[in-house]
């Protein structure tokens, strides 16, 4: 009983420690992420110029966003109940590896060969060719790395997994920090660097832990070429971590002109505090609800997400006292240089007060979509939901445009409130399917 019991405190231990370095390196990478932002705002200012740069980045983000997303939302679960066994972890590992190295090529070449024109004819924008052919390069790089995290979260590396994810925003910063006047490419350049030196460590580790790449038979190759049904769902399901970005940049330029660049960091600085509120959570939580969700046994599964859940809320209402008395002087010590004013700053801060109460509502979704995931049929729910949340933010965004930058907050709210409360339900009833379906089992 004795060794039980200890076993089970130096588990405690293990985890707390590791939610706190993930916790520290996601800090760290939000940090490293609004430097960018910061130094763009001072040396461009909230101008037409920044604006095309966040239209450009924003289809790529969108991508990077649905494909990385649904990767670690469906893949991590499989990989994580198979890692015990060393042979069909390898084969169920390198059968990915293959079909992500080809999406991230034929990711590359829609970027660089169709997007050109979809900037020209949708925003009028033309002449950012080399631009635009980094970004879709980095992009590509990036999705094939983040499968290498992957591979290390279902490992049990989460604080390996987390510390590699900074080199590519580390390099980004660098780069158009120190060589400002080679133009806005430099930021992609620096990305793909960064991106590649994560390859190069991850590959280094999985050599030291013997993984082999398992995948001799033409079947098998041809196999890791057909698309994951569950895949398929979870990049549906991602819709809505990745569409603001479009949506934004189809309203707020309709505002005024820099309405956009004010959004989009906005939300940027948004997501990067909320980011640092689920980064422990959305990697450490899922072998407990596993767990729990397999015996059947619902008041843990549900006793283990509040936990998190109220991590959340905690961090949120921190975070609404922070901006409610400490917003505009916090906003100006970040921003106001160069050619972004006080003005430009104050509006960041009301309106990042505005988009609180929406991302809180998106954070709890967050993890509640990673519950949902575990259960059959989940994925489908959570598509559905993505889809019902990007068409709800398009038309509402578009109904409270009268209210200029704070309806785009008010849509945000909206779209993501119906989407807790449908989500909570769903879950719910899911939980109860299958663990009637464990019972029989059993």
Known sequence: MLCVQNLFMTNNKSITLNTLIITALTLV?????MLLHIVLASNLGASRELDEFYIIVGWSLF?????????????????????????????????????????????????????PLVYELLYGLKDNNLLVSWVWLSTAIL??????????????????????????ALLMVTSFYLFPNSGLQIIPQGQCLGALLSI??????????????????????????????????????????????????YW????????????????????????????AASVLMIPALVKYANLGAQHLFYKEL????????????????????????????????????MADAISISSLSFAFLPGNICMLLSVLIFRALFILDGGDRVACFLSVYWTLSYLFLSGF??????????????????QVLMMSVVSLYFLLI?????SRKIG
């Not at 990767?71 to 109940?81: E, G, V």
């Not at 038979?217 to 895949?231: C, G, Q, V």
């Not at 010590?333 to 050619?339: E, K, P, Q, S, T």
């Open 29 to 33: 990478a939000n940090i490293i992420g």
């Open 63 to 115: 991508f990077l966003g649905l494909v990385i997303s649904a990767m670690n939302f469906s893949i991590i679960p499989r990989l994580s109940s198979i890692s015990g066994n060393k042979l069909q972890f390898s084969f169920e590992a390198s059968r990915l590896l293959f079909f992500t190295f080809c999406t991230s090529l034929l990711i590359f070449c829609f970027g660089y060969l169709l997007m």
């Open 143 to 168: 999705i094939f790395s983040n499968i290498l995290t992957c591979l290390l979260n279902a490992l049990r590396q989460q604080v390996l997994a987390v510390s590699l994810t900074l080199w590519p």
């Open 200 to 249: 190069i460590l991850a590959a280094i580790f999985l050599k030291r832990v013997e993984f082999s790449f398992e995948m001799q038979k033409l079947k098998h190759w041809i196999k890791s070429i057909s698309f994951p049904t569950r895949l398929t769902m979870s990049i549906g399901a991602m819709t809505c971590f990745s569409s603001y970005a479009l949506i934004d940049s």
């Open 252 to 279: 707020a330029p309709q505002i005024s002109s820099g309405a956009l660049s004010i959004v989009t960091i906005t939300q940027r600085f948004m997501i990067a505090v909320g980011n640092f509120s689920v980064a």
């Open 306 to 341: 509040w936990a998190w859940l109220r991590l959340v809320l905690l961090g949120g209402g921190f975070a609404a006292l922070v901006l409610l008395g400490f917003g505009d002087s916090i906003m100006s010590i970040l921003f106001v240089r160069g050619d972004f004013s």
């Open 400 to 417: 409270y445009l009268s209210e200029a930058e704070n309806g785009l907050a008010r849509a945000y709210l909206i779209s993501w409130f």
């Open 433 to 437: 399917k299958h663990s009637n379906g």
